[in-house]
């Protein structure tokens, strides 16, 4: 099967906190590619970060940061120092072949992350 | 500026009519996807297009038809034979290949009255 997992349905912290979003992928493609988006309120996505299963790096954007496990099939997305304006739903993706090289993504279910003053 | 528009934002319909949703970008992006978003759940995929007049289902394309006749438009027709057609649509498009993201646009939300 191919699919993403969001455990976290709902999460709440408060401004200033650092907080993890948790994404869990399963596939059976050795070439692949995951994606993170946030959904604010108005409720379009905005793309975040692609990942290919060939770089584990870890990466960092401002208070973003990204940590890939090949061996746990994890693609995990940490906010650093939250604020109000991250309060949004975040989607984990997952790049797949359908079939005659097309390519869909599928979605996990979404975190909400609501963050209070 | 570049980008996709949806329109209109918010449509409502009675029971039984055909409705459809209008999806346009300027991106000069060959593939374009429609998604529909229910509350508390993540995208399922309707339908998608890699190239014009040309499409395919997605995960959940019954009751739903698409065409592709320009590049610039992918208009999704909601049928009378969507059971629950009430959600939230949102419409992207990217260039082809498996690393590229999906840019998207606003969304419309349906309701079925």
């Known amino acids: 099967a191919q699919k993403v997992t969001q455990a976290q349905t709902e999460i709440s912290v408060v401004e200033k906190e650092d907080v993890t979003l948790d994404c869990v992928y399963e596939t059976r493609d050795t070439t692949y590619y995951l994606f993170w988006y946030k959904q604010p309120p108005s409720g379009e996505l905005v793309f975040l970060i692609r990942?290919?299963?060939?770089?584990?790096q870890n990466e960092i954007s401002g208070r973003y940061s990204w940590n890939f496990q090949k061996s746990t099939s994890s693609f995990n997305f940490t906010i650093t120092a939250s604020q109000v304006v991250d309060s949004a739903v975040y989607f984990c993706?997952?790049?797949?072949?359908?079939?005659?090289?097309?390519?869909?993504?599928?979605f996990g279910s979404g975190t909400r992350l609501l963050v209070r003053p | 500026d570049g980008g996709i528009t949806q329109s209109p934002k918010y449509l409502f319909r009675k029971e039984g009519q055909n409705v459809t949703l209008s999806c346009e970008q300027n991106?000069?992006?060959?593939?374009m996807y429609w998604y529909r978003q229910d509350p508390g759940q993540g995208l399922r995929l309707i339908y998608y297009?890699?190239?014009?007049?040309?499409?395919q289902k997605g995960d959940i394309a019954e009751g739903y038809s698409v065409s592709r006749e320009k590049k610039e438009s992918f208009p999704l027709t909601v049928t009378s034979a969507q059971k629950n057609p009430t959600a939230f649509y949102l419409c992207?498009?990217?260039?082809?290949?498996?690393?590229?993201?999906?840019?998207f646009g606003p969304g419309t939300r349906l309701t079925v009255l």
């Open positions: 990942r290919n299963s060939f770089d584990e």
């Open positions: 992207a498009s990217s260039t082809t290949g498996p690393y590229n993201e999906q840019f």
């Open positions: 993706a997952l790049s797949v072949v359908v079939m005659d090289s097309s390519y869909k993504l599928i």
């Open positions: 297009s890699q190239i014009v007049n040309d499409f």
């Open positions: 991106l000069n992006h060959d593939a």
